[in-house]
């Protein structure tokens, strides 16, 4: 189980745990798996140090094992491993390699897209308030409304403390978006290949849509081919991993649905003014069918 709760997506998970955990003095291989006549090293999937006291902390608050915790993480990195290994060997390194131009596209259109959220936040926050001045509600749907400003004046302040940053902090931040940048382009990149290959039943995550049946289908393939061996019988389970992420629940789409080959057509970043646009109005519509209230006998 990836514990790493801003990404809750099976993939988006692995691309976190992909990003190297610790940087070792070069000695003695001690392999848990290899795949294509490569190991994989005990040391690969070690946790650096501070990640290893967040994982602990977020178990200890979660009131889960920490050593279980521990073994989690390693479990998911010996699979992220593995899985990427085995894409690079089949698809070549470009599918896991984000390409600059790809990595600016996104930057250029999640950019377009805070800026203009911000514009809506700022309109949506003046529009409830107005009506709460001119009108009355009852109590919890006040209150229900009174959230939303609230929720949409701390967007805001968070919007323009970008630039209120010292030098230093933005280009930390700066930072920070193009590695994001670079793993949903990746996380992109690799669904479209994986679905285009094998399709089957795609779900929806908070990360985007994922090709459930073609990870299921992928995985199965390295499993069956002969090329990956485990090792450490500690990891025997490691392919199990996949198993586990399908058997949840998911929101499965139509096998028909324009959604799906919008998505996997163009890349899934690309920002839509329309469908930005819409949303809002939508909120909007939500609003206005709040029902008011008579003021009271002498009130104005």
């Not at 967007?155 to 994001?180: T, W």
Request: net charge negative; aromatic share 10%; with cysteine.
């Amino acid at each position: 189980m990836c514990i790493i709760r801003f990404l809750c997506s099976f993939l988006g998970c692995l691309l976190i745990l992909l990003i190297p955990a610790q940087v070792y003095a070069q000695g003695d291989c001690k392999p848990l798996a290899s795949i294509y006549g490569q190991d994989i090293c005990a040391e690969d999937i070690m946790p650096s140090k501070k990640v290893e006291e967040n994982i602990r902390e977020y178990a200890k608050q979660s009131k889960q094992s920490q050593a279980q915790a521990v073994k989690d993480f390693k479990m998911s990195s010996l699979f992220g491993l593995l899985w990427e290994k085995g894409l690079i060997h089949k698809y070549g390194e470009d599918v896991v390699v984000p390409r600059e131009r790809e990595v600016k596209s996104y930057l250029k259109s999640f950019r377009k897209a805070i800026e203009d959220q911000n514009d809506m936040n700022e309109d949506m926050s003046a529009f409830i308030t107005e009506l709460l001045e001119e009108n009355n509600y009852a109590p919890e749907d006040e209150q229900s409304l009174n959230a939303v400003v609230k929720q949409k004046q701390k967007s805001i302040m968070m919007f323009n403390m970008r630039d209120a940053l010292p030098d230093e902090m933005r280009v930390q931040m700066e930072e920070g978006e193009y590695k994001m940048a670079e793993a949903m382009v990746k996380s992109w990149k690799i669904k479209k290949t994986l679905y285009e290959d094998y399709g089957g039943r795609v779900i929806i995550q908070k990360a985007g849509l994922e090709p459930l049946d073609a990870f299921q289908a992928f995985v199965k393939e390295l499993e069956d081919s002969g090329e990956a061996t485990i090792h450490d019988p500690a990891y025997k389970n490691v392919f199990k991993t996949i198993d586990k992420y399908s058997g949840k629940e998911h929101k499965v789409l139509p096998e028909d649905s324009e959604e799906i080959e919008d998505y996997f057509d163009s890349p899934s970043w690309a920002y839509d003014d329309d469908i930005a646009e819409k949303a809002f109005e939508q909120q909007k519509a939500e609003i206005l069918a709040i029902p008011t209230i008579e003021p009271a006998a002498g009130e104005e």
